[in-house]
């Protein structure tokens, strides 16, 4: 009886296993059913976004989190993957964006994205991501760059001030230890001095004793 109830047994364990086999390799945060990857409304940001998905997705949902930027390659080995939802995410088109747009601009199907639209910067607020003009995102690339080249400058006279400051505090206490050595040292020999004349009074008192 048990060797006959054993393939019964095994087939409903591996029917109880299947889901957890199926999943397998499902990013964290997220859940899978039927290729699908579904990621939406996790209130997932650009750090903590899964940085890889299985290789056989057809379908990943990302919309209504708090995405700005998708890692640069992210989408590309998934070779079966026939859509993405992006809309409802906070997208900064600045220089993190170019990724993203490159990547809508190779859809065949550009309707699926007409809701994927800027955050920021202001200027760029409600523009369709993959219709963005290179230079309009280069020139906010710029502005950052230069931004950060003058925080990086404004760093570096710090540092350098700190050091000057810092070299003539050694200097002085190197001078006045010097000092202080050059003291202590001529003392001494003031004392050893001293010494020796008292010395040398005290053996000529004693003889003429």
Partial sequence: MEMRGSPLFLIQLLYLLLPLLVSEGCPLYCSCRNRRVICSGRKLTSGSLPTAFPADTVEIQLHDNRLTSLPNGLLDPLTHLR???????????????????????????????????????PGLQGRLVMYLVEEEVLDSCQYWYCNLALASQLALFILIGVQAVLLVFLIYFLRRYEKLSREARHTGEESFAGGETENEYVLLKDRTA
Wanted: hydrophobic letters at 30%.
């Fill in 83 to 121: 859509s993405v939802s992006l809309h409802g995410n906070p997208w900064v088109c600045d220089c993190g964006v170019l990724y993203l747009r490159s990547w809508l601009l190779k859809q065949e199907d550009r309707s699926l994205y007409r809701n994927v639209t800027c955050n920021s910067p």
